[in-house]
């Protein structure tokens, strides 16, 4: 599975957009990027996933660049609640179950 | 549906003791795996498998066994507990094939080891 870069922590201002981003340089034809966040010391929490085309759902929305190397998540009116460790994971949708992730991004919404 | 559960959820053990967490799903998926996650520090895959009879070694193996008997039950064994090893353990699953998009994590198991 393809390794993927994350910003350490950010900051988001309570009812605004939160962007998280991520790159995934080196991500293979058939891997598919998914988003999960851990939320104090629960276990993650699967929030949406896309190949190519740009997805949403009732959580958030998912953009992912052209070229697939990067991509953002962005939770539209973030609240207090949303503050947690938020992981980016490259990997097959079939075949072997070895996902990897990585340290995350810690976002921080403020009120 | 009880989901992805643990059990125990907190632990203490002394050096050198051996133990199982335990991880069992209702769910029928073919895939199933350990993650630890010490403090600050993001997931650690220690074992996977992909169906009953099969495993494989993660990221961070060592000091760790584990079997698949069952496609229910996934249990991991500490032989000889270090303090290294303290830790929270996450169990996951998924559905295996196409449709196997999302993991399901357990609540996670506290270890403590003096």
Known sequence: ?111 | NAGVTQTPKFQVLKTGQSMTLQCAQDMNHEYMSWYRQDPGMGLRLIHYSVGAGITDQGEVPNGYNVSRSTTEDFPLRLLSAAPSQTSVYFCASRKGGTSGNTIYFGEGSWLTVV
């Open chain 1, 1 to 111: 599975d393809a390794k993927t870069t994350q910003p350490p922590s950010m900051d988001c201002a309570e009812g605004r957009a939160a962007n998280l981003p991520c790159n995934h340089s080196t991500i293979s034809g058939n891997e598919y990027v998914y988003w999960y966040r851990q939320i104090h010391s629960q276990g993650p929490q699967y929030i949406i996933h896309g190949l190519k085309n740009n997805e949403t759902n009732e959580m958030a929305s998912l953009i992912i660049t052209e070229d697939r190397k990067s991509s953002t998540l962005i939770l539209p009116h973030a609240t207090l609640r949303d503050t947690a460790v938020y992981y980016c994971i490259v990997r097959v949708n079939t075949g072997g179950f070895k996902t990897i992730f990585g340290a995350g991004t810690r976002l921080f919404v403020k009120a």
